[in-house]
């Protein structure tokens, strides 16, 4: 939008001796000119406005917004509205886009809509607007009507605000001096024109709604799998992917049928994010920093939170990415990829917190966070050539650190002596993904990454703890229990951030406590989920790289494996067997499905040389294994191509169906036999996992497929 020219802002006072005031002045501004006068206001709101939020989360931002408008780069908005706008508390959860935009009027929107704020505007309109355009709005010939029609002066929000605010020159419409808050009152009463009354209610109601919207821990904790609700990233604290849902079922599944589909802005078409649906709401994240709520019945937009930020650096896999958020009491939680953690009002958006989780560039969140007690915990990733990853917890209510797990030993602690030299300073490890919890044993449970440089052991001799592990952490404390490393000085990029299922089973012999493990490597692995002792370890995929592993799960060197100039062709390729998308795990049928990937590639002794495909094509899978052998039970194989080497994650339920992406297609499965069910072209490429929930006693499955949540339900009737 072009700029336009604006008023000056005037009425500056003075105080004290006028003559001495006034000599000030002429000695600080010999020309007093508007520019001159505006800039001084500027500098003064610049100052107090810093004085006021140094202890506010966003100040950046907020100051970055300010010398924006100062320097006349963001058009129709006065240096006198910021104050009001940027404070705290001021319901414009959009407001930091002006970083990104500079645009106010896609940007500043009503902070509210509560059936009290509501009344005020209707109070307001009728003594002050309902002479010229009559009572119910409709106009008449002195004043147009304020609904049906395009306003002249602009259709949002801001445009409505400024015109009551300033009036129109040369007509009957004067400025209206009203606060900002009277101002506001009348716009939200404004757009309520022309809609029917029971639509207003329904507003009031979903507000309503939203601030009763709140989970316990306890609640959480008693959750052995998802139900009416998806409360976490994985559906539950043993992250088994498994609904308790049936209406949806292997005999009907093949009549489901779109329902709704939500349109996602932005050019980001690879979104890896998992929804949680908590009461009818469902919560979700869009690369680059975006948080939405929407009614999960219709995908109607309930709020959006927008996190700016200036990318900075690289990062695994498609660069800003989000996975989701969480949901403790009632609040929502979400990492950023300028490594913050934020909390937000569920009912809202608004932010209640945030702090810095690491030094970015440096550090980023791409995973969803964990929350339990009282706490919320994540993990993060590094780009090449920055240092160690960590785990870290957060106090829910405050944002208060409450202890850190660094991945890779620093000298004088266990496991440093694995790092030769200074080669630990920048080991990596990352902790990208979200990791699984037990709440009878306060055992946290989390993947770690790869060793750094990824392709290239010359530097770091050894095994590199705890790159390629999975470490199991008292939760409340952060204190290492146990670990177990699946690869060893790994030199393929197979870092182990994969989803840890916990899935314990009744034997004659008593409880069998499993957490069970498809890795990047090729082989599934069961461990004593207690004592991190191995159990069980055998390829689900082809794999050339080991003759096998030990009897405590350590892989047996091969002969003639390692990398040369030439290059040696390694069974799985560099993204793995299997990666971060995730399995799922059938407790009555004791089956895990895992997402496959088969795919070769050619290694080369150098960090500099990237692994190849070298033309080779591939082909993805899902593969139901024994949870406790890992025998191959049932396999659906997906077409054998030559691009984009990814698949989806997986969800089942109790209804017997395992529902999966690949590529463009949607599809259920029989989760006993691997038989196709039903599958969709959805149009777009499918990256995440679905999830199911009810609402009203409705059953829908929702994943994303390209830029659009596409959410599928039973035809009604």
């Given at each position: 939008m072009p700029e336009t020219a604006r008023e000056p802002l005037t009425g500056l006072a003075t105080s004290g001796d006028p003559d001495a005031g006034a000599?000030?002045?002429?000695?600080?501004?010999?020309?007093?000119?508007?520019?001159?006068?505006?800039?001084?206001?500027?500098?003064?709101?610049?100052?107090?406005?810093?004085?006021?939020?140094?202890?506010?989360?966003?100040?950046?931002?907020?100051?970055?917004?300010?010398?924006?408008?100062?320097?006349?780069?963001?058009?129709?908005?006065?240096?006198?509205?910021?104050?009001?706008?940027?404070?705290?508390?001021?319901?414009?959860?959009?407001?930091?886009?002006?970083?990104?935009?500079?645009n106010p009027y896609a940007t500043i929107h009503v902070p509210t809509t509560v059936a009290g704020e509501l009344a005020a505007g209707a109070a307001l309109f009728r003594e002050q607007c309902a002479g010229c355009h009559s009572p119910d709005g409709s106009g008449s010939s002195a004043a147009p009507a304020l609904f049906g029609r395009e306003f002249r002066h602009g259709d949002?929000?801001?445009?409505?605000?400024?015109?009551?605010?300033?009036?129109?020159?040369?007509?009957?419409?004067?400025?209206?001096?009203?606060?900002?808050?009277?101002?506001?009152?009348?716009?939200?009463?404004?757009?309520?024109?022309?809609?029917?009354?029971?639509?207003?209610?329904?507003?009031?109601?979903?507000?309503?709604?939203?601030?009763?919207?709140?989970?316990?821990?306890?609640?959480?904790?008693?959750?052995?799998?998802?139900?009416e609700d998806w409360l976490t990233y994985s559906g539950a604290y043993g992250s088994n992917r498994h609904s308790a849902l049936s209406q949806?079922?292997?005999?009907?599944?093949?009549?489901?049928?779109?329902?709704?589909?939500?349109?996602?802005?932005?050019?980001?078409?690879?979104?890896?994010?998992?929804?949680?649906?908590?009461?009818?709401?469902?919560?979700?994240?869009?690369?680059?920093?975006?948080?939405?709520?929407?009614?999960?019945?219709?995908?109607h937009q309930v709020w959006a939170h927008d996190h700016p930020y200036e990318f900075k650096g690289g990062g695994e896999g498609p660069l800003n990415q989000n996975r989701g958020v969480a949901l403790l009491g009632d609040r929502i939680f979400v990492g950023t990829w300028d490594s913050k953690l934020t909390a937000l009002s569920a009912a809202t958006g608004q932010v209640l917190w945030e702090v810095p989780v690491g030094e970015y560039p440096g550090t980023y969140i791409s995973g969803a966070p964990l929350v339990?007690?009282?706490?919320?915990?994540?993990?993060?990733?590094?780009?090449?050539?920055?240092?160690?990853?960590?785990?870290?917890?957060?106090?829910?209510?405050?944002?208060?650190?409450?202890?850190?797990?660094?991945?890779?030993?620093?000298?004088?602690?266990?496991?440093?002596?694995t790092w030769p030299g200074d080669s630990w300073r920048k080991g990596g490890a990352g902790t990208w993904l979200t990791g699984s919890y037990d709440p009878q044993s306060d055992i946290l449970y989390w993947g770690?990454?790869?060793?750094?440089?990824?392709?290239?052991?010359?530097?770091?001799?050894?095994?590199?703890?705890?790159?390629?592990?999975?470490?199991?952490?008292r939760g409340t404390t952060g204190q290492l229990l146990w670990h177990f490393q699946f690869t060893p000085g790994d030199t393929h990029d197979w870092d182990s951030n994969q989803t840890p299922l916990i899935a314990d089973r009744n034997t004659p012999a008593g409880l069998e406590k499993r957490l069970l493990w498809a890795?990047?490597?090729?082989?599934?692995?069961?461990?004593?989920?207690?004592?991190?002792?191995?159990?069980?370890?055998?390829?689900?995929?082809?794999?050339?790289?080991?003759?096998?592993?030990?009897?405590?799960?350590?892989?047996?060197?091969?002969?003639?494996?390692?990398?040369?100039?030439?290059?040696?062709?390694?069974?799985?390729?560099?993204?793995?067997?299997?990666?971060?998308?995730?399995p799922s795990y059938d407790r009555d049928l004791d089956l895990v499905f895992v997402?496959?990937?088969?795919?070769?590639?050619?290694?080369?002794?150098?960090?500099?040389?990237?692994?190849?495909?070298?033309?080779?094509?591939?082909?993805?899978?899902?593969?139901?294994?024994?949870?406790?052998?890992?025998?191959?039970?049932?396999?659906?194989?997906?077409?054998?191509?030559?691009?984009?080497?990814?698949?989806?994650?997986?969800?089942?339920?109790?209804?017997?169906?395992v529902f999966g992406g690949d590529h463009g297609t949607f599809f259920a499965l029989d989760s006993r036999t691997g038989k196709l069910l039903w599958d969709v072209d959805t149009g777009g490429v499918i990256y995440s996992a679905p999830v199911t929930y009810e609402v009203n006693g409705e059953q829908f499955v929702s994943v994303f497929s390209g830029r659009n949540l596409m959410t599928f339900a039973l035809p009604k009737g």
């Open positions: 000599t000030r002045m002429e000695a600080a501004i010999p020309q007093e000119t508007p520019v001159a006068r505006r800039l001084l206001i500027g500098v003064m709101i610049l100052l107090a406005l810093a004085a006021v939020v140094v202890f506010v989360p966003g100040i950046r931002w907020r100051l970055h917004v300010v010398y924006l408008d100062l320097t006349g780069q963001i058009p129709d908005l006065e240096l006198s509205e910021l104050p009001s706008l940027l404070a705290p508390g001021s319901g414009q959860a959009k407001i930091g886009r002006l970083v990104i935009t500079r949002t929000e801001w445009a409505v605000y400024r015109t009551i605010r300033d009036g129109v020159p040369d007509t009957g419409m004067p400025p209206h001096p009203l606060s900002h808050r009277q101002l506001w009152q009348l716009v939200a009463y404004i757009r309520s024109l022309g809609v029917p009354g029971d639509s207003v209610a329904a507003a009031a109601e979903e507000n309503s709604r939203l601030r009763q919207i709140r989970v316990s821990y306890s609640e959480l904790a008693s959750a052995a799998e998802p139900g949806i079922n292997s005999r009907n599944v093949g009549s489901l049928a779109v329902r709704w589909v939500h349109q996602l802005v932005g050019g980001h078409d690879k979104i890896e994010s998992t929804p949680i649906v908590r009461d009818g709401i469902m919560y979700f994240t869009v690369p680059p920093g975006r948080v939405l709520a929407v009614d999960a019945a219709t995908g339990y007690r009282d706490m919320v915990v994540t993990g993060v990733g590094s780009p090449p050539g920055f240092g160690r990853g960590f785990i870290v917890a957060f106090d829910a209510n405050t944002g208060k650190e409450r202890w850190r797990f660094i991945t890779v030993p620093g000298p004088g602690q266990a496991g440093n002596e770690v990454g790869n060793p750094r440089p990824d392709f290239d052991a010359t530097t770091r001799h050894g095994d590199n703890l705890y790159s390629d592990s999975v470490v199991a952490l890795n990047r490597n090729g082989f599934y692995y069961v461990l004593d989920r207690d004592t991190g002792e191995f159990r069980v370890g055998v390829p689900f995929a082809k794999q050339n790289w080991t003759e096998g592993l030990d009897a405590r799960g350590r892989p047996i060197p091969l002969a003639g494996s390692h990398a040369t100039v030439q290059g040696v062709s390694v069974y799985p390729g560099s993204k793995g067997a299997t990666n971060w998308w995730s997402p496959v990937l088969e795919e070769g590639m050619i290694f080369f002794p150098s960090a500099l040389t990237l692994p190849t495909t070298g033309g080779r094509s591939f082909y993805t899978a899902v593969r139901a294994l024994d949870a406790s052998t890992g025998k191959l039970v049932w396999e659906h194989r997906a077409e054998t191509r030559s691009e984009d080497d990814n698949t989806s994650g997986l969800m089942s339920t109790r209804g017997g169906v």
